[in-house]
């Protein structure tokens, strides 16, 4: 597709919010995200590189920067996994960190300007890329459904079928009231993975739409060039305290969420 040689603002920042899709098999309703796709992929094997290199020349004594670096944060989310679980399952803190790290690293894509990467892919031929996967509902939407299916595996590891069965019919109004048991704990367990992606996704989205705003208005002379960098230097300073927030809260929900799913009522 021939990108347009001359962009008006609107043009600049839709340009910029579309994906690099790819159609699956004959039709176009099934389609890949493919600039979502291979940045997670990327950042996920990044994080795993950071955390080996730590490990690489971990010492029992006294340990080297980065290895020191690592330890406190890998100590500060096995800590807030720990105080917010209740249950016995040794999975939560590796899930834990998995989510934590990783999408922070994806969250920080937000920090490079997007012309950083879109004009060097453009003179390879790719004329679209979105480089924030979390402003992609559908990889925040692939991160919840994964925590949907974690709270299944431990409502049923944790209660086995018959329990999870009858607390599922049950609860909160008692046997008498099955149907209206049934009803609220489905818009209960479908809302959980919904909120935890929309949340993500809506935080990650606007800031971005927010962060062309700003680089358009920098375009607009010197006096737009003044009034863009003062604004982006405080968005940005604003925004290194949300990437890492919103990390934090997806991470600290589904801990939650899967705690609660193991809880008899």
Same mark, same amino acid.
């Given at each position: 597709?021939?990108?347009?040689?001359?962009?008006?603002?609107?043009?600049?920042?839709?340009?910029?919010?579309?994906?690099?899709?790819?159609?699956?098999?004959?039709?176009?309703?099934?389609?890949?995200?493919?600039?979502?796709?291979?940045?997670?992929?990327?950042?996920?094997?990044?994080?795993?590189?950071?955390?080996?290199?730590?490990?690489?020349?971990?010492?029992?004594?006294?340990?080297?920067?980065?290895?020191?670096?690592?330890?406190?944060?890998?100590?500060?989310?096995?800590?807030?996994?720990?105080?917010?679980?209740?249950?016995?399952?040794?999975?939560?803190?590796?899930?834990?960190?998995?989510?934590?790290?990783?999408?922070?690293?994806?969250?920080?894509?937000?920090?490079?300007?997007?012309?950083?990467?879109?004009?060097?892919?453009?003179?390879?031929?790719?004329?679209?890329?979105?480089?924030?996967?979390?402003?992609?509902?559908?990889?925040?939407?692939?991160?919840?459904?994964?925590?949907?299916?974690?709270?299944?595996?431990?409502?049923?590891?944790?209660?086995?079928?018959?329990?999870?069965?009858?607390?599922?019919?049950?609860?909160?109004?008692?046997?008498?009231?099955?149907?209206?048991?049934? *009803?609220?704990?489905?818009?209960? =367990? %479908?809302?959980?993975?919904?909120? @935890?992606?929309?949340? &993500?996704? $809506?935080?990650? !989205? +606007?800031?971005? *739409?927010?962060?062309?705003?700003? =680089? %358009?208005?920098?375009?607009?002379? @010197?006096?737009?060039? &003044?009034? $863009?960098?003062? !604004? +982006?230097?405080?968005?940005?300073?604003?925004?290194?305290? %949300?990437?890492?927030?919103?990390?934090?809260?997806?991470?600290?929900?589904?801990?939650?969420?899967?705690?609660?799913?193991?809880?008899?009522?």
């Amino acid at each position: 597709m021939v990108v347009d040689t001359e962009l008006t603002p609107t043009s600049y920042i839709q340009h910029h919010l579309q994906n690099l899709t790819m159609p699956v098999g004959e039709g176009t309703f099934f389609t890949l995200h493919m600039d979502t796709l291979i940045t997670s992929v990327f950042m996920g094997l990044l994080m795993v590189l950071l955390f080996w290199l730590a490990t690489r020349k971990a010492t029992a004594g006294v340990p080297g920067k980065w290895q020191a670096f690592v330890e406190i944060l890998l100590e500060f989310v096995d800590k807030q996994a720990r105080d917010t679980y209740q249950g016995t399952s040794k999975l939560v803190t590796p899930i834990a960190i998995t989510l934590f790290f990783w999408i922070l690293l994806m969250n920080m894509m937000k920090f490079i300007p997007a012309d950083f990467i879109a004009k060097p892919l453009e003179l390879l031929g790719v004329n679209y890329w979105k480089p924030v996967p979390t402003a992609d509902v559908n990889a925040t939407l692939g991160m919840s459904i994964s925590v949907f299916f974690l709270m299944l595996f431990f409502g049923l590891r944790g209660k086995g079928l018959g329990g999870f069965t009858r607390d599922f019919l049950t609860t909160p109004f008692g046997k008498w009231m099955l149907p209206f048991n049934l *009803i609220l704990n489905i818009v209960e =367990w %479908v809302s959980k993975p919904i909120s @935890l992606a929309m949340r &993500l996704f $809506g935080n990650m !989205f +606007g800031g971005e *739409i927010v962060f062309l705003l700003i =680089w %358009v208005l920098g375009g607009a002379g @010197l006096l737009g060039l &003044l009034g $863009g960098a003062t !604004f +982006g230097l405080g968005w940005m300073i604003f925004h290194i305290l %949300v990437v890492p927030l919103q990390a934090f809260i997806f991470m600290m929900l589904s801990i939650v969420y899967l705690s609660l799913s193991e809880e008899s009522h």
